[in-house]
Structure formats: C-alpha cells, structure tokens
C-alpha cells in the first residue's frame, strides 16, 4: 500500500480504469498536457495517449454534450468541470439531458458518465468557484451525487462511479486534495455508491456530515470527548442517494443529531437529511435534530471565507445545544 | 477615431466578402427545370421515385397529425409541410447505421430511419414506450431542449471517429437554435476534433414568431459555420435535388476524415410553430404564405418527375391512400398501448440496482397499483 493524498488517489482511480475498460475516456479543459489545474490527471495521458486522455474546447456544454454523445457510442466517459461553480455552464448536459437518458428511452438508452469537479472553500479561490452546489444536482432524479471526504475512500468510490450506469456527479473537495495522506490499495477496490460511513463511533449524538466538514465534526467530537460527551461522526459520501440505513440506525443508537454542511443553509443536502430522520426515527429523538450550515449569502470572496465557512467550533457549540436540550 | 479603410485593414469589407460568397444552392427550380445540371446528384429513376413518395407521405402525415391533433388523438405535434425538402432530403442521404440527433420538429426522419410509426405517435402523446427505441437503431428520442442536440452530435461524432467507424451523424435545429450557445459549442467542438457530423440548419424563417431577421444580424446562417472553421453552405431547402446533394457531400468529406459541414436550408413552415397555440396570423402574413408555397418542394418535384415520365396522379394517389392506411393503423396500434404505471416511471429511472427512494416508492406504488 502507498501512502496518496486525496488527489493521487484520485489519479490512480482513473489510471485503474483507464486500464481495466478501454472505453473509459478522460477529458475537460487542460487535462490532458497540464494534468489539470490541481494535476488530477497528471501523467494519464502520457500513459494512455491523446486518444483517451484528451483536452477539448473552452465550453463546459460543449463537454456535457459530448459526453452524452460519447456514451451513445459505448464509451464511458470520465468528464471534469474545472470548477464546480461552472456548472451553470453545463447544467442542462447535466440535469437536463444525462439525467433524464434512461427515463426518456423507457431504459433503453443510459448515461454511464462520471462528472468530475474540484468544489469547497478556504482556499482563497476567484469568484464561482468554490460555491457548494451539489444540491442542485442532488435535486434532479437520474444522477448520483458523491463527495469523499478521504483519500482512501475518493478512490473507491470514483472507480464506483466509472463503473457506474448512471450519471454520476463526483465532488472533490479542493482544501482535502492535498490536506493530508491516507494508506491507499495500489490495486482496484470499489466502495458502493449510496453507503454512508461512519468514520467514529459514539454513544450520545450523531454528527452527519459529508466533504471537508468530515474533518471539522472529527475534530468537533475530539472537543466533545474532553467535556464527556461521546459523539458518533456519519460520512455520508454519497449525497443522492442517501444512506437512510446508517444514519437512522446512527440516530436510533444516540437519539440525538446534527447534520453539518459547508453550503448555505437553504441550499445542500443537510435539509434533506434532517427530514429522513423525522420521517424515520421522530420518536428515537431526545432533542430537536439541528444544522450547522453556512449563512445564506452568496460565496463571499476569498478573505471572508474563513469567517462565513462552519468549522470545527460551531459544530461543537450545535452539538452542544442538542445535548443540552 | 474612426480606423482608415486600407485593403489590410477593413473588418467590415471582410464581413461583406464572406457574406457575399453565400449564394443560394439550387439544382431544381420553381418550375421543376434543373438549372444546374453540373450538381445534379443524378439518382436512378427508382430513388427519385423514392424520395417523392417519402415526401408525399410526410405531407399526408402532417395533415393527418393536424387532424389527430385536433380531434385529440395526438398530443405535442410540430407541423412540417414545407420542410419537406429539408428534412427527407437530407435524410435520403444517410445509410442505416448513420445516426440522426433530432430537434422535435424532426420526427418524419426518424420514421424513415426506421422508428416504428406507432411509436412517433406514443411519443407525440406522451408515453414513454414512444421511445422505447428497438436495438441498433441510431437515434434519439426528439430534443425539445433547442440546441442540446447540437453538442451532443459533437460527441456521437467524436464516438464514431474513435471507433473507426465508417458513419456520420446527423442533427437538426432550426433558424433560432442557432442563436443557442449549444450550437456553437457544438459545431466547434466538431471543427475541432474534426468529427463526422452533418450538422443542419433548416431555416424555417420563424423561431415560433420570431422573424429570422431579428434573430441575427449575420446575413446567413450558413455563415455561422465559417467562424468554427468548417465548410458551409447555403441551400434551397425547397429543393429536394439540392438538398440530397449537399448533404451527399457533407457525408462523403465527413467520411474522409475531413470533419463536419454546415447546411442552412431555406425553407418554410406553412404550418403553426406547433399545434399548441401559436397562431401564424400574428405574425405573417397570407401575402407570405403564398410566395413560399410557390416554391413548394413536392410541386416542383412532382413537375420534374412527371415530365421524366416517374410520376403520375395515380401514383402519388396511391401512395396518400397507402399513408392514410398506415396511419390508421399505427393509430390503432397506438390506442393499445398499456396504461402507463408509476411502477413503469420508477423502473426505469436508473440503470441497475434501485437507490432508496426509488425503491421505496416502487413498493408503495407496486401495492396501490394492485388495487
């Protein structure tokens, strides 16, 4: 096993499949000679040739299109959106068309595409770039939504996603890319799609949380610990769809919960969570289940992000007004 | 201060000289005399017999769609007399295994590609075993979203050329798609990659009632193309020899890896922009009508064939009696569709394993459909 940040785990789901099926294909702008502006493809198409690893033209639509066209052939194709935020550039390849293949051809026709976008604050990005949108696509039936939180499980679940006949959309956090390194399989491994992990187990409150603030609820219930209170931290993973299993089972077990995210409170997935668990488990509950978002503004710029994104101590103070209540 | 027009200098010279080049493409006149004989595609007696009886059949199609539509027998339909040229022309110039990205308007293509009449009309009514689509057939469903089809095309091009294969694909959109940003995207894209794709403009002069005039201040749309690099060319979309032609060419240079072609085919549609509420006579005038239907392509077709000795009133009777069967037929066919099920809908919306929800719902939908 290597020890890979976030970003080589990623390079090597896609060098894995790149190697098992030749109908995977990598492309978006400047992943090719470049390797893509954080190197998530870098050396790929030195290795696979220009054919399968392949810059395009400057037009995310352009891209979403021809992924779907690229799929109708029997390809697989492996697309980046080089910053989440382009993805009104794209959204009706994305929502409006792969989305809707498989309905629309009574399930004759699918979309077996992997959308790949860098996406999250605190690294000091221009505007539309770092935005949390992965609700917008959660929103729309026919994709699949992942967002990894570690190396080791950013390279399951992408080779889960090639693998995948459905659109899916794959989020990786900029500020995990290089954040810290994880043991990782140099051999292929899948995490299924739509499984939850629980990443620390605790007794008196779930903190659910998914991306970096997978980190900042670690370190919350590390905080937690020291004033007695042992809390159970749930990595969703996969935000569509969700994994109602581990988080009501998680909530059953501790009877109270938070739901963390780092979009705006009335945009991500936590309200969806939040609604599971009142739908499933309302009498499991000691206390009201609450969210740690950030406020509902737009993306600020760079130096306002550390004080607008939630972090480690506001989910603290949130746990604690569970666990108070 | 205001640039010096030298020969070096002079943007708007070369707009001009550009625009100048894009004269219209004819082979058959009005009065059904070919007036360029060196273009002539030359089909045998048996194709121009052909495409006369597809284009006849289409017409009948529209009437009776109209008729359908009107009873409430069909649902979504987007007239397409006038079009005729246009649309079965340029099909006429595919092989089986081609591909055809269609805009809604383009459903008479898709029947001749091989999509089951019946189906056409389950689409039209909204059910979704009208896109059911039988195995190798290489189509999708008509795009509503306009200009989607446009980049989508770039990719089954990029596909095709990947797999070596010896094939094109086909797209249509019309006058106002090409305001779109998709289809820059698109033809750029192809331009690029140098792609197989035969991407048309049918240039049916209104984007529901918005004059080609006001949708741009290029002087063509066939000039479009220029920008992305690739061949481009202005057609009598009326004429259906002209039509074929063009089309016959794109495929061929697309086939010799020389990348894809821009056709506008300046056309008419006498009908509404669909049969759900827009009203021409809002919007153009009978005066218009009329000069266009003067050029109407299955007039002059049958004024070339006739004098050819290829056609006859008995012939083209019999081909309107023979559409209006299978019309009836398919009509027929159509009515005994299942009730469409929820079941259905969530079956069919991921490939695979059910997520959650979709499960969830499947197994409360499965025990209320039981009763």
Same mark, same amino acid.
Do not use: I, K, M, T
């Given at each position: 096993m290597a020890q890979m940040t976030m970003i080589q785990a990623i390079t090597d789901a896609m060098r894995t499949e790149l190697k098992n099926d030749e109908n995977v294909l990598v492309f978006g702008e400047d992943v090719g000679k470049n390797g893509g502006v954080f190197r998530a493809t870098e050396g790929l198409q030195k290795e696979f040739g220009e054919e399968r690893v392949f810059d395009t033209p400057l037009a995310e639509s352009g891209i979403g299109g021809l992924a779907i066209g690229l799929s109708l052939t029997g390809f697989r194709p492996v697309m980046e959106i080089q910053f989440f935020g382009f993805l009104f550039e794209v959204i009706d390849s994305v929502s409006g068309q792969a989305a809707r293949q498989s309905f629309r051809t009574a399930g004759k026709l699918n979309a077996p595409i992997t959308i790949r976008s860098p996406f999250g604050g605190g690294v000091a990005t221009p505007e539309m770039h770092a935005d949390s949108l992965e609700g917008i696509v959660a929103s729309q039936p026919g994709i699949k939504v992942v967002i990894p939180s570690t190396p080791y499980d950013a390279k399951g679940l992408l080779i889960s996603a090639i693998k995948d006949e459905n659109p899916v959309v794959f989020l990786e956090h900029m500020k995990l890319y290089r954040s810290f390194r994880q043991e990782v399989p140099e051999e292929e491994y899948t995490i299924p799609l739509g499984k939850a992990d629980v990443k620390r187990e605790g007794s008196d409150i779930t903190i659910i949380a998914y991306g970096a603030m997978v980190q900042e609820s670690l370190k919350a219930a590390e905080a937690l610990e020291k004033d007695g209170h042992s809390a159970e931290v749930v990595d969703l993973r996969t935000v569509q769809p969700l994994d109602v299993e581990t988080i009501i089972a998680s909530v059953e077990k501790t009877n109270r919960a938070i739901v963390v995210q780092e979009a705006q409170r009335q945009a991500g997935i936590a309200a969806n969570v939040v609604s599971e668990i009142m739908e499933r488990a309302v009498l499991s509950l000691e206390a009201p289940v609450l969210r740690v978002t950030a406020p509902d503004t737009v993306y600020p710029f760079a130096q306002g992000e550390n004080t607008w994104l939630p972090n480690a101590a506001d989910i603290t103070e949130t746990a604690k007004k569970v666990l108070d209540f | 201060m205001a640039a010096k027009k030298n020969a070096q200098f002079d943007p708007v010279n070369t707009l001009h000289e550009i625009e100048e080049k894009f004269d219209m493409f004819q082979i058959l006149n009005e009065d059904g005399k070919i007036v360029n004989e060196e273009a002539d595609p030359k089909l045998s007696d048996e194709e121009l017999t052909e495409l006369m009886e597809r284009m006849v059949y289409t017409r009948i199609l529209d009437q009776r769609s109209i008729a359908l539509n009107r009873q409430g027998r069909l649902g979504f339909y987007a007239p397409t007399a006038g079009q005729e040229a246009s649309q079965l022309a340029s099909h006429y110039a595919l092989e089986k295994d081609d591909f055809i990205l269609p805009g809604y308007r383009d459903v008479p293509q898709l029947i001749f590609h091989g999509l089951p009449l019946h189906m056409a009309f389950l689409w039209s009514r909204g059910h979704?075993?009208?896109?059911d689509l039988a195995e190798g057939l290489n189509i999708f469903p008509p795009q509503i979203i306009i200009g989607a089809q446009y980049v989508q095309a770039a990719g089954v091009a990029l596909g095709l050329q990947k797999r070596g294969k010896k094939n094109v694909v086909m797209t249509y959109t019309g006058d106002g798609g090409t305001s779109q940003g998709d289809f820059y995207e698109g033809i750029n894209f192809a331009g690029a990659f140098r792609s197989p794709a035969i991407f048309v403009v *049918?240039?049916? *002069?209104?984007?529901i009632s918005t004059p080609r005039s006001v949708q741009t201040a290029a002087k063509t749309l066939a000039q479009k193309g220029i920008a992305a690099g690739i061949p481009s060319i202005l057609v009598d979309g009326m004429d259906p020899l002209a039509v074929y032609a063009a089309t016959k060419d794109a495929r061929e240079r697309a086939l010799n890896g020389d990348g894809p072609t821009l056709i506008e085919t300046m056309c008419y549609r006498y009908g509404p922009h669909t049969m759900a509420g827009d009203d021409p006579t809002r919007y153009r005038t009978s005066d218009i009508d009329s000069e266009w239907e003067k050029r109407d392509p299955i007039v002059r077709f049958r004024t070339y064939l006739e004098a050819k000795n290829l056609w006859s009133e008995e012939k083209e009777n019999e081909v309107i009696e023979r559409a209006k069967q299978e019309i009836k037929d398919a009509i027929k066919q159509a009515d005994q569709a299942p009730k469409q099920k929820v079941t259905d809908f969530l079956k069919i919306m991921y490939k695979g394993d059910m997520p959650y929800n979709v499960k969830e719902q499947f197994d409360i939908y499965t025990e209320k459909e039981s009763k």
């Open positions: - | 979704y075993l009208g896109s *049918q240039n049916n *002069q209104y984007a």
